[in-house]
């Protein structure tokens, strides 16, 4: 990469890290007049009708997302949906050989992790390796350290083929299968998961895209100020 382009990269995140706050000021006036519109739902599972009044009324129930346990960077068991309960998740799939889109994309979820630096009761950050045999414990430490990753809110996980693969494909509804081949065969996916509160679907952005990653910070500001809207009243 040229000493232009990385420079351009890193203007490029500090932008980002530095209007996050500005943007949550607007977002929460916006919000408190009732003119901007949240983080739609994705993945439902069935549609369900029903006549009152003349009127045929639909009733959309969308997929929830259910729990994880695997090991994250620092040895520990570690559950997604209770050890991080109330807690959104931004999720990313990567493995550490990976020599072409994993860097750039673990770079970039590294960026976001500084911008919600000041918020980071809020979400928390999920790297799951798809090469699991080879990214052990040890592995994932080194290459969290890589990327500066603090392990209280950025965790690296690794642990079953077949609990990962499931839950990639079958609760984020991802097209990605770890292959059984080598570091070459395994599937990409430069997609990143939003994931709010409850652990529904709230957005699939391209981890590669600036562009997205201000959507996603943005999208998770709104999810915190509903909240915080909805608790007063």
């Known amino acids: ?14 932008t980002v890290a530095l209007l996050l706050p ?21 993945q439902a599972e069935r549609v369900d009708s029903t ?9 959309t129930t969308f997929h929830r997302v259910n ?23 931004i999720v990313e ?17 590294g960026i976001l992790q500084k911008a919600f630096r000041k918020n980071d009761t809020a979400v928390h950050l ?24 603090n392990p209280d809110r950025w965790w690296f996980l690794t642990g079953n083929r077949n609990t990962i693969a499931d839950y990639l494909r079958n609760e984020l509804k991802l097209m990605v299968k ?15 998961v939003l994931l709010d509160k409850e652990r529904y679907i709230r957005g699939y952005y391209d981890g590669l895209d600036t562009a997205a ?10 999810l915190s100020m509903q909240r915080k809207r909805e608790a007063r009243k």
């Open 178 to 192: 770890p292959s059984d081949g080598g570091a070459e065969e395994l599937d990409h996916t430069q997609t990143i």
């Open 213 to 222: 990653l201000k959507q996603c910070a943005d999208d998770i500001g709104l």
């Open 93 to 109: 799939v990567f493995f550490t050989r990976c020599g072409t889109i994993c860097p750039r994309l673990t770079s970039n979820m």
């Open 126 to 149: 999920v790297s799951i390796s798809v090469d699991p045999e080879y990214d052990t414990v040890q592995a994932l430490r080194a290459y969290a350290d890589r990327f500066k990753a």
């Open 22 to 42: 500005f943007s949550f000021y607007i977002i929460a006036k916006m919000l408190g007049k009732d003119k901007l519109g949240m983080p739609p739902y994705y």
């Open 51 to 59: 006549l009152a009044d003349g009127k045929m009324r639909y009733d």
């Open 67 to 89: 729990d994880l346990v695997l090991f994250n960077q620092m040895g520990d068991q570690v559950s997604l949906n209770k050890d991080l309960a109330g807690k959104m998740l």
């Open 1 to 14: 990469m040229s000493q232009k382009n990385s420079n351009k990269k890193f203007l490029i995140g500090l």
